[in-house]
């Protein structure tokens, strides 16, 4: 890619830090399966590798994700929101697994009401131990 | 709700400002409509009158989406994520239109290759005048 071709990258605002949200929707599901952050390298890998790449800000390094588990996600499509500062990619799982707990996704836990008290449930099973994902 | 009863929103991490990303999913489209930030305050908001509620940083208030446009968003289910740190809403959209610019969510650019050039594209028509939802 040339500086020119870089235009649509130019156009999206990312905050102080470098960053912005980016957010993972199963393409099949239509789940939202995972949220992390993307600085400018990991937006522009994400679009020439195909695969979603964050930033991670704890190990403050870019984020392959999938590299160590085989989880990859493959780009389906990607979005810019009005604001031009969050990120919508529509993905493929592999694995069917994209959280770390081994789960289908992130977003397990949901919160149900129960005698009068709210609470968070868990309503996702683990589909594959953490242990053997991460080795 | 008792000080007890809040053990719920005790589970939720928000971060140094006070925040957590909020991601907004029409529950019937499936499409991921919007995203912003919630505080302790706007979540627990949230959850007692039914209706998404952000904390504006930019207006550093409390935002009840939908106060001023009629656009409500009902909330059908709420999800945390794996880390305790991002919420997840399966909303109903009154009015079928999420973003201020009158369209049905703020995703509505979609990154597309053309003749080897990526740009975004607008997918989504203005379904309504901003000027005639914001008076």
């Not at 999206?12 to 949200?21: A, R, S």
């Not at 390298?41 to 964050?54: F, I, M, W």
């Not at 009005?82 to 081994?102: F, K, S, W, Y």
């Amino acid at each position: 890619m040339t500086a020119a071709d870089l235009a649509w990258l130019d156009q999206v605002k990312f905050d102080e830090q470098g960053l912005v949200p980016g957010i993972a929707q199963d393409a099949e599901s239509g789940k939202v399966v995972m949220f992390a952050y993307m600085n400018r390298e990991s937006l522009l890998e994400t679009v020439k590798t195909g695969n979603a790449t964050y930033w991670s800000r704890s190990r403050n390094k870019l984020w392959r994700k999938g590299e160590e588990s085989g989880h990859v996600q493959r780009i389906q499509e990607l979005r810019l929101d009005c604001d031009g500062d969050v990120i919508l990619m529509r993905i493929e799982q592999v694995g069917g697994i994209a959280c770390h707990t081994g789960r289908e996704r992130c977003f397990y836990n949901r919160l149900e009401q129960r005698d009068g008290v709210w609470r968070w449930v868990v309503t996702d099973p683990v589909l594959k131990d953490p242990e053997s994902i991460y080795r």
